[in-house]
């Protein structure tokens, strides 16, 4: 059964199980959309505040901290909050989410970019459980680089990097990391 997400406030307060299940459908339809669209702009929106103008005159207050902490993560130009806050409003405002959608949707959203600047890897990251997810030591490797060299520039997931190659250097760096491990693993057995 298929609905319009118009519909959705009207059908949440049904108690049939047919709708309910209709909910969740909807209600996922609207996260993974949101996602998506939010990958797709925050890249780019992000590479463009790259260049050489908009980085001296806005991006450059975010990238003050080359080790950033949790609180850093909201810690931008006001053009930079406007501009790239766009990215995260625009999937709902296209899908049309249920408000208990919209707010689940930020406050993961604000969960999700202090983790990423929490300079911590927990066991607990979700990059640990989900293929391509960003984390702590992804965008960790954004803010330590010059701003022509950066590279990592996704925000969630991490397949516009690797689609835009804008993430050799971060690959290459964690190739000699594991190599280098192994290396002493080895040295250490004989
Ligand atoms: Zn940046
Ligand atoms: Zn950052």
Same mark, same amino acid.
């Given at each position: ?20 299940? $209709? ?12 996602? +998506? ?28 901290? /080359? ?8 810690? #931008?130009?006001? /053009? ?6 766009? +990215?995260?409003?625009?999937?709902? #405002? ?32 979700? $990059? ?63």
């Amino acid at each position: 059964m298929h609905y319009s997400l118009n519909t959705l406030p009207l059908l949440c307060q049904s108690t049939s199980g047919d709708l309910f299940i $209709s909910c969740v459908q909807i209600y996922g339809h609207a996260e993974y959309s949101s996602v +998506a669209i939010l990958d797709f702009v925050f890249y780019w929106g992000h590479r463009i505040l790259h260049t050489k103008w908009l980085y001296k005159h806005v991006h450059s207050v975010h990238h003050e901290y /080359a080790t950033p902490f949790g609180l850093t993560s909201e810690y #931008a130009h006001p /053009a930079e909050i406007l501009f790239l806050g766009f +990215a995260t409003i625009i999937g709902p #405002a296209v899908t049309g989410p249920h408000l208990v959608t919209l707010w689940l949707w930020m406050t993961l959203r604000v969960l999700e970019t202090v983790e990423a600047h929490c300079g911590y890897h927990f066991p607990w990251s979700p $990059s640990n459980f989900f293929p391509l997810y960003g984390g702590s030591d992804f965008h960790d490797y954004h803010h330590r680089l010059l701003y022509t060299k950066s590279g990592n520039y996704s925000s969630t997931f991490t397949y516009m990097d690797w689609i835009f190659g804008t993430d050799i250097g971060y690959r290459k760096l964690k190739a000699l990391k594991r190599a280098t491990v192994e290396d002493n693993i080895e040295q250490k057995k004989h």
